[in-house]
């Protein structure tokens, strides 16, 4: 068999399969260790009055991909996949293998399975059902000779998918590059629009008296300027264009200049409150970064506390922060069993 067109060349196996194992159905797939996907299968198929919306949801997929996915492994199919034998069962209702069918599926009256292996590999699986007389050593003799067959098939398909993946990580490499630069140029043209309001904004400071009432929101604008230079510097580390500058800051301070724009965000139906513990230590970061972190998770717990049939949040928001000491420990992963 050519592997040119792996896809093909596994159809032809699985009809192969079909009429020597006299089966009325069957399937031939591909597996990662996580999901089987179909990449054919033969005779009677899905129901498509018991579950038609599923039906209908296979057959699209299958018409745009090629293929369809299963990480169901509690099945007859599964045991082949998991233990990398031949499954063989005439009374799949009375056996406990079986496990459950998807939506739709029609009953199997019997069912043989075989992987197909590269060495201890396995890389997929060959499935047929509904033999009118069941199946035996010789229909299963002859499913595993066309599995070894497949397995030059199953190889080439995978790299075939190796190929495309890389292929499209090329591309993503390419498009993000592409962004940098556009984020490049963009920062620095907004750079220079900070740079007139800023100057601006320090000509209005100097002419205007101590306790001018307009002055509180001229600093304002002044400070909003510098946080968008920050931001400028974000997006020219993400161009790659700047290095990250971290200094020593005290995140109280930090967070108690935001605290006035913070107020507005939230809305007059929050309370908004600071809470830093006594002796708070410096940090070394990154201005801009922090800042970004901090807004983002004001942000989030403001949309937290919006009930459901209510436009707005309400309740109070606080950003409390501590010392604390962490050992090795608490930076291992954890493992759920």
């Known amino acids: 068999l050519r592997t040119g067109d792996p896809r093909a060349a596994s159809g032809r196996v699985l009809r192969a399969a079909l009429q020597q194992t006299e089966s009325q159905y069957g399937f031939a797939g591909v597996t990662d260790g996580r999901t089987l996907r179909i990449l054919n299968h033969e005779g009677v198929t899905w129901h498509d009055h018991v579950n038609r919306e599923f039906y209908e949801q296979a057959l699209e997929r299958y018409r745009q991909v090629g293929y369809l996915e299963f990480t169901n492994f509690d099945n007859l199919f599964g045991q082949v996949l998991l233990t990398g034998r031949a499954v063989l069962s005439n009374e799949p209702s009375r056996d406990p293998r079986a496990g459950g069918l998807p939506p ?69 490499a390419h498009k993000m590059e592409a962004i940098g630069r556009l984020a490049g140029g963009i920062a620095h043209d907004f750079s220079n629009q900070l740079t007139v309001i800023k100057g601006c904004a320090q000509f209005l400071l100097d002419a205007m008296l101590a306790d001018d009432p307009g002055r509180r929101d001229v600093e304002r604008i002044s400070a909003t300027v510098e946080r968008g230079a920050r931001l400028v510097c974000q997006l020219l580390a993400f161009a790659r264009q700047e290095s990250i500058q971290p200094c020593s800051q005290s995140l109280a301070d930090l967070v108690n200049e935001m605290a006035a724009m913070f107020r507005q965000l939230l809305g007059e139906q929050v309370h908004f409150h600071v809470r830093a513990a006594p002796g708070l230590w410096r940090v070394l970061l990154d201005l801009g970064q922090i800042e970004q972190v901090i807004m983002n998770l004001v942000i989030n717990a403001r949309d937290a506390m919006v009930t459901p049939g209510e436009r707005f949040p309400v309740g109070t928001l606080t950003v409390e922060m501590a010392n604390v000491e962490l050992d090795a420990g608490a930076f291992q992963p954890t493992v759920e069993r």
Do not use: W
């Not at 060959?126 to 299963?140: H, L, M």
């Open 104 to 172: 739709g599926h029609p009953p199997l009256n019997t069912f043989l399975g075989v992987p197909i292996l590269n060495g201890d590999q396995i890389l997929g699986m060959i499935g047929v059902a509904n033999r009118e007389n069941g199946y035996g050593d010789g229909e299963q003799h002859r499913l595993e000779v066309l599995a070894q067959m497949t397995g030059v098939i199953y190889d080439a398909y995978a790299k075939q998918q190796r190929e495309a993946e890389l292929a499209q990580q090329l591309r993503q």
